[in-house]
């Protein structure tokens, strides 16, 4: 796989156009690859997005082609697009392959961090009390078409999370947004969380045995999740 590192306040839709092409190569015979990079800010709309998630300021929202409803992504969030031939894996078992990718990522990190039936992403998990709540640190939002996945996952490092304020993240209404930082006090850098997000992918054994049999009419499947 190759990973390729775009930097920070990366312009969201040039790197859309990238992973259209990546996807493009991987889909005629590629080598998979992953693009970890922060984002310039900016709001993301996935095909599930309901009018009463968007901005309550008016702030621009780009339409994209993901599963999942609303997220943000911007500086001191970790963004990862594997763009990846999953061949036999399965739209769902690719997404719960990143999860567990995220998993990996955090918990040595001293966070207890849970995957939450029913719902997208990785979470900490509340008390049950009311002033503690289920809390996202990390999304997920996935595009399958013609057997390669696009979009990916985004993991909250160390951002100002009042940018989710202006949102109804995911569209979960009952449920917080954290960031490593905001649980530990401390946080890594975001190129050190996507060093060892990426490790994490890659020991997971994430290239497909088989590759995706071209089509002119590629199924399209998008999976829940809010990433990229």
Same mark, same amino acid.
């Given at each position: 796989?190759?990973?390729? #590192?775009?930097?920070?306040e990366?312009?969201?839709?040039?790197?859309?156009?990238?992973?259209r @092409?990546?996807? *493009?190569e991987v889909a005629?015979?590629?080598?998979? $690859? @992953? @693009?970890? &990079?922060?984002h310039a /800010?900016v709001?993301t709309?996935g095909? %599930?997005?309901?009018? %009463?998630?968007l901005?309550?300021?008016?702030?621009?929202?780009?339409e994209?082609?993901?599963?999942?409803?609303?997220?943000?992504?911007?500086p001191?969030?970790?963004?990862?697009y594997?763009?990846?031939?999953?061949?036999?894996l399965?739209?769902?078992?690719?997404v719960?392959?990143?999860e567990?990718?995220?998993?990996?990522?955090?918990?040595?990190?001293?966070?207890d961090?849970q995957?939450v039936r029913g719902?997208?992403?990785?979470?900490l998990l509340?008390?049950?009390?009311?002033w503690s #709540? *289920?809390?996202?640190v990390?999304?997920v939002g996935?595009?399958v =078409?013609?057997?390669? /996945?696009?979009?990916?996952? +985004?993991i909250?490092v160390?951002?100002d999370?009042?940018?989710?304020?202006?949102?109804?993240?995911?569209?979960i209404?009952d449920?917080?947004?954290?960031?490593?930082? =905001?649980e &530990?006090g401390?946080a890594?850098?975001v190129e050190?969380?996507?060093?060892a997000?990426?490790?994490?992918? @890659?020991?997971?054994g994430?290239?497909a045995?088989?590759?995706p049999?071209a089509s002119?009419?590629?199924s399209?499947v998008v +999976?829940?999740?809010? $990433?990229a």
């Amino acid at each position: 796989m190759r990973v390729m #590192r775009l930097g920070r306040e990366v312009d969201y839709e040039t790197a859309w156009a990238q992973q259209r @092409l990546l996807h *493009d190569e991987v889909a005629a015979g590629g080598e998979d $690859a @992953l @693009l970890l &990079l922060e984002h310039a /800010s900016v709001y993301t709309a996935g095909t %599930s997005t309901q009018p %009463s998630d968007l901005p309550t300021d008016g702030s621009r929202v780009v339409e994209v082609d993901r599963g999942g409803r609303i997220t943000w992504h911007g500086p001191g969030q970790l963004v990862a697009y594997p763009i990846v031939a999953i061949g036999e894996l399965g739209v769902v078992d690719w997404v719960r392959r990143l999860e567990e990718a995220i998993l990996a990522t955090l918990r040595p990190l001293g966070l207890d961090v849970q995957r939450v039936r029913g719902r997208a992403g990785v979470w900490l998990l509340g008390d049950g009390s009311p002033w503690s #709540r *289920d809390r996202k640190v990390a999304q997920v939002g996935v595009r399958v =078409a013609g057997g390669v /996945s696009t979009h990916g996952i +985004a993991i909250n490092v160390d951002p100002d999370l009042a940018a989710f304020a202006r949102i109804v993240p995911c569209g979960i209404a009952d449920a917080g947004v954290t960031s490593i930082a =905001a649980e &530990l006090g401390r946080a890594p850098s975001v190129e050190a969380v996507g060093e060892a997000f990426a490790e994490a992918l @890659l020991a997971l054994g994430v290239a497909a045995v088989h590759p995706p049999v071209a089509s002119a009419h590629p199924s399209v499947v998008v +999976a829940e999740g809010e $990433a990229a």
